[in-house]
């Protein structure tokens, strides 16, 4: 690949704008919406990782986000730990989740791993509905206290409980996500899992164990699950089963379709669209299920590479003749 | 109480057995996790409702009648939605279904409301009592049913043209295809066989429970948990696991815990998953 300074350029300037984002938005019902978007990224970000990236598909996702959440819930409510101790504890512990589940599951091939994580989505949701001294039951857990704030010398602090002090609190971590996906994908770990999608007979047979790959792929992909949780919970600062539940995972997994699997930029595309329509399009709110199952069929047989590759394709398409005409 | 938990899983198992039957057909012969199969399951349901309670056909009636037209509805997502990913990519199958799944939930939904709809039936009112068990007349009859749709089933894959070409297209599709068996019909007719049963069972369990959108969601879930116990593709491993998921869950719930009922099925499976993953019944995958 050529390096291309243009192309750096247009990423600072990207970044500097998303920085400036809350500068120029002053509405707190868009700052809301982004800092959801923002929330979606990165959990899709993470099943990008075990679905996009290795093949794997986790149909379970938004009971691992439970998982996440309750336990970041818990450890500062109940604990009195504060929120810098319980993210890594809920990061940490949907990894350990992560693999329990992985580890019985992804030894097989085809479908069991995405059926036992649709059985352990349903058994969550069920935990989380009836385990009631711990999870509080269909009400959920309220009063979760906001990040705290991080007091860097006299005078320089910086607070999480504003709506704009979380946006930057989740673009460091969206741009951390974006970041390992993306060095993932350069590293021999990220090829030996694209290798794994591609084709398990011939991964295995140039060396890669499968398993063991598929199972580091789910781990990792469960850390971010679990970060995403933990801020799902000091963000809404209420968390109930509702919000984990099985029809959750299926509009994660349709956006990561939507927005294109294994892509660099398919996450947040997707995450900024599903997030976005519904808020902007109030008036099919009834409608939006079926609206999401529609689009995930039709994705799934005319554009199976999402927005992202769709755009891929067309710049591709458009390459191709020049360079033909240049080798002639 | 032990002997009546037993009787109530039986009824239970049937259903479970009518539904995992058409899941292991698809799953077998057209590798596809059908995940949308409980929505089947719950437009049985429906069917037998609007016929019976809402045009007074009478109930046995409505059930063959929901039998045919969701078989008939079996067909028509066979070739709109499953036929373009044939042969794509694996695991497509899985998600195509799921959206397929969000879509006739959802749908059902916007049409008829959340709001749980009740069936009646001539003999939910009849109690027979033997031993020291009791159960309505109802119950009995859906026992009997799915043993009578599971036995035609048998014979018809045994003994009829049709039905030896579907088991042969099972065991080698490619072998099925050289002898002049034709893939396209034989996919058409696995999916009618496979939503008749579903709906089957939907129809015939509406009158105990109640008929709502969301009906079908725990079932294809057991209904997969079955599959695997079974062996993916064997029909006989489906009837049997059915059956047992039926009582597992019955004695499951009266001495374990009724809030975790639907629990018991997802642990089996991943217990099978640990130590059998080839199924109870399924020959060894290597």
């Known amino acids: 690949m050529i390096r291309n300074p243009g192309k750096n350029l247009l990423i600072l300037f990207f970044v500097l704008l998303v920085f400036l984002i809350p500068v120029l938005i002053k509405d707190p019902y868009y700052q809301h919406i982004l800092n959801v978007v923002f929330l979606f990224t990165i959990s899709v970000y993470g099943l990008n990782i075990i679905a996009g990236i290795t093949g794997q598909f986790n149909i379970g996702h938004a009971g691992f986000l439970g998982i996440g959440a309750y336990i970041s819930a818990l450890a500062t409510n109940s604990l009195m730990l504060s929120f810098w101790l319980a993210m890594p504890l809920a990061i940490l512990g949907t990894a350990v989740f992560g693999f329990l589940i992985g580890y019985p599951s992804l030894r097989l091939r085809g479908v069991y791993f995405a059926l036992t994580t649709l059985c352990f989505g349903e058994i969550l949701s069920l935990v989380f509905e009836n385990w009631i001294p711990v999870t509080g039951g269909p009400t959920g857990i309220s009063r979760i206290p906001a990040p705290t704030s991080i007091r860097l010398s006299e005078g320089i602090s910086f607070a999480f409980d504003t709506k704009i002090g979380f946006y930057y609190l989740c673009l460091i971590f969206v741009l951390l996500s974006l970041y390992i996906n993306r060095q993932l994908l350069k590293s021999r770990l990220g090829r030996a899992m694209l290798a794994v999608r591609e084709n398990e007979d011939l991964a295995q047979s140039a060396g890669i164990p499968i398993t063991r790959t ?69 008036s099919i709110e009834d409608y939006q299920w079926v609206v999401y199952g529609a689009i995930l069929m039709v994705f799934i047989v005319f554009l199976p590479k999402g927005i992202v590759g769709l755009i891929q394709d067309i710049t591709e398409t458009l390459r191709l003749p020049r360079n033909g005409n240049r080798e002639q | 109480m032990f002997l009546q938990q037993i009787v109530n899983g039986l009824i239970l198992g049937g259903a479970y057995a009518l539904i995992s039957v058409g899941m292991t057909m698809i799953f077998g012969i057209m590798n596809i996790a059908n995940l949308a199969h409980g929505t089947i399951y719950m437009l049985g349901g429906y069917c037998v409702y609007f016929l019976s309670t809402v045009y007074g056909q009478p109930f046995f009636l409505a059930v063959a009648l929901s039998i045919f037209i969701v078989g008939l509805f079996g067909i028509a997502i066979e070739r709109i939605v499953f036929r373009p990913i044939y042969g794509g990519p694996v695991l497509y199958d899985l998600l195509i279904a799921s959206g397929l799944m969000v879509f006739l939930e959802n749908g059902a939904l916007l049409l008829w409301g959340s709001q749980t709809k009740s069936v009646r039936a001539p003999y939910t009112d009849m109690v027979i009592h033997f031993f020291s068990v009791s159960v309505t007349m109802q119950r009995v009859i859906v026992l009997l049913a799915s043993l009578i749709l599971i036995a035609a089933l ?133």
């Open chain 1, 214 to 282: 598929k199972i580091i792929a789910f781990i990792l992909s469960m850390m971010f699950v679990g970060l995403c949780g933990s801020l799902y919970a000091h963000y809404f600062r209420f968390i109930s089963p509702v919000s984990f539940s099985v029809p959750e995972s299926f509009r994660q997994v349709t956006m990561l379709f939507v927005g294109g699997r294994g892509t660099l930029l398919g996450p947040l595309i997707g995450a900024l669209i599903f997030t976005a329509l519904p808020e902007v399009l109030r």
């Open chain 2, 154 to 286: 048998y014979l018809f894959l045994n003994f009829t043209r049709f039905g030896k070409a579907i088991v042969a297209t099972s065991q080698n599709p490619k072998g099925a295809s050289l002898v002049g068996i034709d893939l396209t019909k034989i996919y058409m007719l696995t999916f009618a066989i496979s939503s008749g049963l579903a709906a089957a069972a939907g129809a015939l369990l509406a009158p105990m429970f109640y008929v709502f959108p969301t009906m079908g969601s725990m079932p294809v879930l057991k209904a997969f948990v079955v599959v695997v116990l079974g062996g993916i593709g064997n029909v006989q491993g489906a009837v049997v696991g059915g059956f047992l998921m039926g009582i597992a869950e019955s004695l499951g719930g009266a001495y374990i815990s009724s809030d975790y009922k639907n629990a018991f099925s997802f642990i089996i499976f991943i217990g099978v998953l640990l130590i059998r993953p080839q199924g109870l019944f399924g020959k060894s995958q290597a």
